[in-house]
């Protein structure tokens, strides 16, 4: 199965749909730094380049991309939800 | 043994190494021009570089603005200029800036004389200089004598996936072959400065762009505006990215694992090879006006989003992996780098597209922007003239 997700590393919070991806559909994601596998099912619509979460991140915890914090949850974030400004928020420039 | 990248460029008289050939018409002041712009229509092959300023500039903006304009005149892209401006003080402060590099340069004043007689003046020297400018061969060239920059812009998340990588590799085969890289967007590091501050090699250049840094950042804090859908700007939003610190990790992989020389002002020429940091905004006209008036000859933009930029002086390598974006903006870019993002090329082999692409436009080819004449020279202003 071609990948439809990708991870920069196996510590991130969230993948990057490299193709449109569709609520109930499921995302085969590739981990780019080891290509590790990973499975999920997607709850929401997700366009091309956006994210998806691979992991639940409680409400105000630091969200992991390229195995740093890049921003933290406004709201618990579950897997196969769609991160984005709604339940992301930079953690420099809020 | 390191590679040899070799291409047929213009050699210059101060030993640097232009890939394009251009007759400059240089106006000093937004007033100016409109005799620039006249003899670019009488003068087959001329570049007039328009431009709103240059008139009651002061301080700190006054000396960038003078490192722009002679820098513009001074790259190696360029074979001979002509400065026009209204009077003779800053026409000869522009001109004997350039004058230093050896290249022939003329200047005309418009004050007492008018548009029309100082345009046929600059068009009869424009057409000594395009007859001098044509008979310049392009002789045997390394990646070594030239500046290459980079940027990246309308990012999204394929930035960081695929495009951006891709310019990272051919980034440090460039500098493993000895040649000089700039790169920029202070503020768009912000979340991954301490890791571009950690690649600095000296410790006294760190501290320099730590200060940098720091003056940029308090600068927009003191703004008290909101910088979503600025920075990250509405593109970004719209491609995926979310946070300034999710573009500035994606921004930074366009210069690989590269070690860093040293930080440089806004249009200063680099001091030496390796890789620069220069001071710079995100904005991409802005940073690639500045790259080319610190005498870069070729720039590698990555886009996402689909940034359509070019540069007068400098051709400018458009590339995206973005399938969507190369799909609908196709005449844009001269690499698609789709198939990285797919999986079905890989970053090594888009880097092997990218380095003979570089060295095709070096020679010759010319890119998507100056086709599609995308000529934009943008000089920042720092503040508001006196």
């Known amino acids: 199965m071609e990948p439809n997700l990708l991870l920069h590393t196996s510590e991130d919070h969230a993948g990057i749909a490299i193709t449109e991806i569709k609520a109930g559909e499921k995302a085969h994601g590739l981990v780019l730094a080891d290509h590790a596998p990973i499975e999920l099912d997607v709850s929401e619509d997700i366009p091309l380049g956006h994210k998806i979460a691979v992991r639940t991140v409680s409400a105000g915890q630091p969200i992991i991309l390229y195995g740093h914090p890049v921003g933290k949850a406004l709201q618990t974030i579950r897997p196969g939800e769609h991160v984005h400004t709604h339940n992301m928020q930079s953690l420099r420039w809020p | ?386």
Request: hydrophobic fraction near 40%; aromatic fraction near 6%; proline fraction near 4%.
């Open chain 2, 1 to 386: 043994m390191t590679t040899q990248y070799t291409f047929q460029g213009y050699h210059r008289p101060d030993g640097t190494v232009g890939v394009r050939n251009h007759v400059l018409l240089l106006p000093v002041e937004g007033i100016s021009n409109r005799v620039a712009e006249n003899v670019s229509h009488i003068i087959q092959g001329t570049l007039a570089l328009q431009h709103p300023y240059g008139d009651l500039q002061f301080g700190q903006d006054l000396d960038l603005f003078f490192r722009i304009m002679t820098g513009a005149g001074a790259n190696p892209n360029v074979a001979a200029v002509i400065v026009i401006g209204m009077e003779p003080v800053w026409v000869d402060q522009i001109a004997s800036g350039i004058e230093a590099t050896g290249k022939p340069v003329a200047r005309f004043t418009i004050r007492h004389v008018g548009d029309l007689v100082t345009t046929e003046q600059v068009a009869r020297k424009a057409q000594e200089f395009m007859y001098c400018a044509s008979e310049m061969p392009r002789q045997e060239a390394s990646l070594t004598d030239i500046v290459l920059s980079t940027k990246c812009s309308e990012s999204d998340p394929t930035n960081g996936l695929a495009a951006n990588p891709i310019v990272g590799t051919v980034v440090e085969r460039a500098l493993a072959a000895g040649t000089t890289v700039l790169f920029g967007e202070t503020s768009e590091l912000t979340g991954a400065e301490y890791i571009i501050a950690g690649r600095i090699k000296t410790q006294d250049q760190q501290r320099k762009f730590w200060q940098m840094y720091h003056e940029y950042i308090g600068f927009i804090a003191d703004q008290r505006a909101n910088l979503l859908g600025s920075q990250p700007n509405q593109s970004n939003l719209l491609g995926g990215l979310t946070t300034i610190e999710e573009k500035a990790f994606g921004n930074i992989t366009k210069i690989g694992q590269a070690l860093i020389d040293g930080v440089l002002e806004s249009a200063q020429a680099p001091p030496g090879k390796g890789l620069w940091f220069m001071n710079t905004s995100s904005a991409a006209a802005e940073v690639l006006t500045l790259f080319a008036a610190a005498g870069s000859v070729l720039c590698m933009v990555a886009t996402g989003q689909g940034n359509i930029i070019g540069n007068p002086l400098m051709p400018v390598i458009k590339l995206t992996a973005n399938p969507q974006t190369a799909m609908t903006m196709a005449e844009h870019f001269d690499l698609d780098f789709s198939t990285v993002l797919s999986q079905q090329t890989s970053i090594d082999q888009g880097g092997n597209m990218l380095m003979d692409m570089l060295l095709r436009v070096a020679g010759g080819r010319v890119t998507a922007s100056e086709v599609l004449n995308h000529n934009e020279f943008v000089p920042v202003k720092l503040f508001r003239s006196a």
